[in-house]
């Protein structure tokens, strides 16, 4: 019975981890496709310096080769608490290269679970970003996959609060 039990609990710990594995990172395949959005309510009134975020953006190897367009980003929560950042690029940097990942701190208002994230671009040149990656002290990090080209002008991307499907997390 011993021995019986030894050869089940790990199996049941493997079955579990997997079974979360697949709920916390389903396929980019399986997510929606990112959405512009005619009128993004952005809040210049923010509370800056209440909380510290990192986002990773990694940009698609079948993007241009780099971008000196303007990118400016938005995440929020169900509760409509919102983080702005108003540009993103600095093409002295080399920012949003093709292949590349860029890491921002920005800080802002405290949030819940981010379920919202937007991208605009103004430019020329064009951007393609491959995911989104947003990572909070008090929220679990969070993953949106673009794999597309940010049209111009347009704020563009998910928004996947009050029930609507869920970005990886």
């Known amino acids: 019975m ?3 039990v030894t050869l089940l609990l790990p199996l049941t710990f493997i079955f579990f981890n997997v ?3 697949t709920r ?3 396929l980019p395949q399986l997510q929606p496709q990112p959405q512009p ?28 080769s780099y971008t000196r367009d303007q990118i400016s980003l938005a995440f929020g929560d169900a509760y409509g608490n919102q983080v702005y950042a108003p540009r993103l690029d600095d093409p002295y ?6 292949c590349s990942t860029d890491t921002f701190q920005i800080k802002g ?6 379920c919202s994230l937007y991208l605009y671009r103004s430019g020329n040149d064009g951007w393609k970003p491959e ?7 008090y929220t679990k990090s969070v993953t949106f996959y673009y794999n597309t080209f940010i049209p111009y002008g347009v704020w563009y991307g998910f928004n996947l609060c009050n029930g609507g499907a869920s970005a990886s997390s």
Not at 40 to 61: F, P
Not at 93 to 98: A, I, P
Not at 109 to 114: D, E, K, S
């Open 19 to 21: 079974a979360d594995a």
């Open 2 to 4: 011993i021995r019986a």
């Open 109 to 114: 208002p405290c949030t819940y679970q981010v």
């Open 24 to 26: 916390i990172l389903p």
């Open 131 to 137: 995911s989104v990656t947003v990572y909070g002290y």
């Open 37 to 64: 959005v005619k009128s993004l309510k952005i809040n210049a009134s923010q509370d800056v310096g209440s909380c510290s975020y990192t986002v990773s953006i990694r940009t698609s190897c079948s993007s241009t």
């Open 93 to 98: 940097s080399r920012t949003f290269e093709r």
